[in-house]
């Protein structure tokens, strides 16, 4: 069993920045996809960030550009840094794992059986 538990999460403006942080309860990071995905008021939760074993990023086409998914083995900690946010940015954001011995990773909701209670980030104009 895996616990993930998030911060960093807050109230800021648009053009913005902030960093969210995942602790991790036992290493996770090799043979584990993790990940963070949000959900805004009303909508369904959405991948945005992907990271795998070897430090491959894969990122959703809304925050390309903008965010930036990283990960401290030693400290078993997963951080997502968050720059130039919009308010379509507001959301519960979760931090998420998943045990696979794929090479590759996806932001595929399903396949993360491992997940954080979530961190809000609200975004105003």
């Known amino acids: 069993q895996v616990q993930l538990v998030e911060s960093g999460g807050g109230s800021v403006q648009a053009g913005g920045s902030l960093r969210l942080s995942c602790a991790a309860s036992?290493?996770?990071?090799?043979?584990?996809?993790i990940a963070w995905f949000r959900q805004g008021p009303g909508k369904e939760r959405e991948g945005v960030a992907v990271?795998?074993?070897?430090?491959?990023?894969a990122y959703a086409d809304s925050v390309k550009g903008r965010f930036t998914i990283s990960k401290d083995n030693a400290n078993r900690t997963l951080s997502l840094q968050m720059t130039s946010l919009k308010p379509e940015d507001t959301a519960m954001y979760y931090c998420?794992?998943?045990?696979?011995?794929?090479?590759?990773?996806?932001?595929?909701?399903?396949?993360?059986?491992?997940w954080g209670q979530g961190t809000q980030v609200n975004v105003s104009s």
């Open positions: 036992r290493d996770i990071y090799s043979g584990y996809c």
């Open positions: 990271i795998d074993s070897d430090g491959d990023t």
């Open positions: 998420a794992a998943e045990q696979t011995p794929r090479r590759y990773c996806v932001l595929t909701l399903d396949l993360y059986n491992y």
